[in-house]
């Protein structure tokens, strides 16, 4: 197989003086959805946030595309094509949906690719477009959560991080998601999916990672951790 | 009532508002300084009011180079060689306010951005002193006179048109029958702020750097999520901060004409208070509030009593923040949620 597109080894982070991530191995090739599961405080947040230079690593290697990610800030790695859609959605909520929008390409120059993506997104969430001028905060849970998808998108991303995108939603909403996820990865785009909806997550992945306490506890193709006893029982509910 | 209503005298009713405007302009630019950098890293940024009158030492040492010092030397000058230095003023000092505010803040705050929050606060109460005593330093315990530039270049005329007095400042309102006093100073300080203050809007409304400004206030983590750089953007804010402060400063010592170490102090806290009057990290309240604290100002030493205008002024803040705890245009819910 030709290198992955994000390979993460030996990754340790963590804040203050505690360690979250230990000895952590997670790689994303081109094309992929990765699932990861684990409970709350696992650190999943943290390892997604250690991708995207938000929280430093202090051990360990990231590369993506080519670039070490350890000698890059968080602004310059998002120039790379690394999208990161954190948790809680984080919009701006005093910015409308269009300059949210825009934010999103803050790192990109070219405005016909710009004007062409804004569009798609347009395309994607029809929504957006008719609360282009309202306050991003004034959106309901699920819009916001478009938004942030879309604002995401709006960097053109290679990978595309998703923290938890299904938090709080109506199961309408979380489908309609889920959806979206799918149809931008048969565009292209690979993502690294975190998700308290393990079961959800597991179908639209490829592979998937569980973690437990800040370390990898199994790695597998996602159909077979799907019927992996230790995962039916611990996040599926069965 | 009727009878009060009559004998009130309204003429000095507006000429005390006149006065209000221009001092409130001149408390606002000081404001914005305060609100922006808290708007962006959750700063009280307490030196700025010493920033504010170290523009003011340079601008007395810059006119002190041209001569314009001296005594008796203002009486025959002609106005366009004092215009020059005046405008020097206003491109040295907001440059020189600008480069010191971010100074300070890559040399001082920067290092103690992942600190505890009281860090860079006691920093900053460290950095006020330390202004502070450079001031002392410079111009010495004592206040000192700046000269009257505007007064000399343009002196009122006397009643019969012709000659003209010097000493006194141009009423521009003198051939009306109004009996009001608008200077030309008066006319300066909202010439030039009016516009700063529309540009400042324009740009944190419209532009790109403007924009990712306000993002990195609502949200910098996401900020830095979209590519922004974020420590670029702080620079941006204390550049601006500081010049408006800057703009201030010339503006002051030209029309107060008078300057010493400890104005940092009030004005600062006169700015702070107009800050968290108008909702701080909002800079169209920082500007309501600079003019509400200009107003209750000019307004309660009038009518009130010079001796109770700082009473008056704290008064209206606590007032104010009962009944609107997060200032008169702050956002109701705590941003950060
Ligand atoms: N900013 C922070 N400062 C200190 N500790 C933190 C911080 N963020 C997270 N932690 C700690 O790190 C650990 C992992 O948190 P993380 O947010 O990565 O978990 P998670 O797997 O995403 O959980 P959840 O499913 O609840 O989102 C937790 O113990 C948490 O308390
Ligand atoms: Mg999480």
């Known amino acids: 197989m030709s290198a992955p597109l994000l390979s993460i080894r030996g990754l340790r982070a963590g804040y203050g003086p505690i360690d979250v991530l230990h000895d952590m191995d997670l790689t994303v090739h081109s094309g992929e959805i990765v699932a990861m599961i684990g409970a709350n405080g696992a650190g999943k947040s943290t390892t997604l946030m250690a991708i995207s230079g938000v929280v430093r690593p202090r051990a360990g290697e990231v590369r993506f595309d080519g670039h070490d990610l350890r000698a890059l800030p968080a602004h310059q790695i998002v120039c790379l094509g690394l999208a990161h859609s954190p948790e809680g959605r984080k919009i701006f909520p005093r910015l409308t949906v269009l300059e949210n929008l825009q934010m ?30 309202q306050a991003g905060g004034l959106l309901s849970g699920g819009q916001q959560q478009m938004l942030a998808i879309a604002r995401a998108l709006m960097i053109r991303p290679k990978l595309l991080l998703l923290d938890e995108p299904s938090l709080g939603l109506a199961p309408q909403i979380v489908s309609q998601i889920f959806n979206v996820i799918r149809d931008l990865n048969q ?37 077979t951790l799907l019927h992996d006893p230790r995962v039916r029982a611990a996040y599926l509910g069965e | 009532m009727l009878v009060m209503w009559a004998a009130f ?57 041209f001569g314009l010092n001296e005594a008796g030397v203002l009486a025959t000058m002609p106005w366009w060689r004092i215009l020059g230095p005046v405008l020097l003023c206003f491109l040295v000092i907001p440059l020189f306010c600008a480069g ?20 860079p606060l006691v920093s900053a109460i460290g950095v006020s002193f330390i202004f502070m005593n450079i001031g002392l330093f410079w111009g010495g315990a004592q206040d000192v006179n700046f000269p009257d530039l505007v007064a000399a270049a343009w002196p009122e005329k006397s009643a019969d048109g012709e000659r003209i007095q010097t000493g006194i400042v141009r009423n521009l ?10 200077t030309v100073k008066d006319a300066m300080v909202i010439g030039v702020t009016v516009p700063l203050m529309l540009a400042l809007s324009l740009f944190v409304s419209f532009t790109k750097t403007g ?24 620079g941006v804010t204390f550049l601006i901060g500081g010049a408006m402060a800057g703009f201030g400063s010339v503006m002051y010592a030209l029309t107060l004409n008078t300057v010493g170490y400890q104005m940092g102090f009030q004005n600062g806290l006169y700015a702070f208070t107009a800050a968290v009057l108008g909702g701080i990290g909002n800079i ?7 003019i509400v604290i200009g107003l209750v100002r000019s307004l309660g030493s009038e009518y009130v009593g010079e001796t109770w205008t700082s009473a008056l002024v704290f008064a209206v803040l606590i007032v104010i923040l009962v009944f609107r705890p997060s200032g008169l245009l702050g956002s109701r819910t705590p941003e950060k949620v």
């Open chain 1, 104 to 133: 999103g390409a803050f790192s990109r120059t070219n405005p016909q690719e710009i004007a062409a993506d804004l569009e798609s997104a347009f395309t994607m969430f029809p929504i957006l477009r008719e609360r282009m001028h």
């Open chain 1, 187 to 223: 565009k292209g785009v690979s993502v690294l999916l975190v998700e308290q909806n393990a079961r959800m997550a597991l179908k639209i992945a490829h592979r998937g990672y569980v973690l437990e306490t800040g370390r990898i506890t199994l790695a597998d193709k996602a159909e």
């Open chain 2, 9 to 65: 005298d309204w003429t000095n009713f507006g000429q005390q508002t006149i006065n209000g405007l221009t001092i409130g302009a001149l408390i606002a630019l000081i404001a914005l300084g305060y609100t922006m950098v808290y708007g962006i890293v959750e700063l009280i940024n307490f030196a700025h009011g010493d920033l504010f009158m170290l523009g003011c030492f340079l601008a007395l040492s810059l006119v002190s180079v």
């Open chain 2, 100 to 119: 010191l505010n971010l100074a300070v803040d890559r040399v001082v705050y920067k290092p103690l951005r992942n600190a505890p929050k009281l860090a």
């Open chain 2, 173 to 182: 309102l003198a051939d009306s029958d109004t009996g009001l006093r608008f």
């Open chain 2, 211 to 234: 924009k990712a400004m306000r993002a990195t206030a609502q949200n910098p983590v996401a900020a830095q999520l979209m590519g922004i750089n974020v420590d670029w953007v702080i």
């Open chain 2, 284 to 290: 169209y309240g920082a500007v309501l509030g600079g």
